[in-house]
């Protein structure tokens, strides 16, 4: 294990941050979602309780009783997104750095280190609205990222994890587009449905 720096996140660090670091990708992602379901998801519901509505006895109609509840989890997620995207801190990892901010790991950072037993890994340190772990890549806030940031090639780190402690090597540390994600329209939702309409179509264009 590599003397040279080794660093144990503090008992007090704060477990949520006040501001939604976020890479550039991250942000599109959640203003894609948001826009979905203003301007399409929201609308489609909305649409569907309206014609239900119109069915008779509310209390005992299916259709009305989903689409309110639906538009309540809708109603919901437009308000989590709006704040996410107010409080966003954006930060791109493909900006040029010079000094320390280009050889430690801070946020965006492209880190690769190895575990006791010499297994390496690289992970991607992102906002907590792009943890994806398939992509490795790991939210700024997690016990992971907590341990690497601010290290750099050379240094060790130590992890507390619910399995236990751990001490990593880290062998490199770059910055480079981090590739998140797109927001995909979800199968299944209201908006895209290929089924029959529950509307008469109109005859004219008007």
């Given at each position: ?8 996140p ?8 006040g501001k939604?670091?976020?890479t ?15 301007t ?8 569907v ?11 005992e109609?299916?259709?009305?009783q989903?689409g ?8 919901g997620?437009i308000?989590?997104?709006r704040?996410r ?10 900006t040029p ?8 790991a801070?946020f ?5 280190y190895a575990n ?11 906002g ?21 940031l ?10 507390q994890a ?36 529950r509307?008469?179509?109109?005859t004219?264009e008007?």
């Open positions: 294990m590599r003397k040279g720096f080794t660093r144990k503090k008992a007090d660090e704060p477990a949520t941050p939604n670091y976020i550039p990708s991250g942000l599109q992602r959640l203003q894609d979602e948001l826009r979905f379901l203003l399409r998801e929201r609308p489609a519901v909305t649409e309780v309206a014609w239900a509505a119109s069915n008779g006895d509310r209390s109609n299916a259709d009305y989903y309110k509840r639906r538009l309540r989890q809708i109603d997620r308000r989590f997104l704040k995207i107010e409080a966003a801190e954006v930060v791109d990892p493909e750095r010079t000094g320390q901010a280009a050889t430690r801070f965006g950072a492209t880190v690769r006791a037993l010499g297994v390496e890994r690289v992970v991607s340190i992102v907590t609205d792009e943890v994806d772990l398939d992509r490795n890549h790991i939210s700024w806030v997690s016990p992971l990222g907590r341990a690497l601010k290290s750099a090639a050379g240094d060790s780190v130590v992890l619910p399995g236990g402690t751990e001490y990593l090597d880290v062998l490199e540390v770059c910055y480079e587009r981090i590739s998140v994600e797109p927001f995909r329209e979800p199968p299944g939702s209201e908006s895209s449905s290929k089924g029959p309409s509307r008469p179509i109109p004219d008007g």
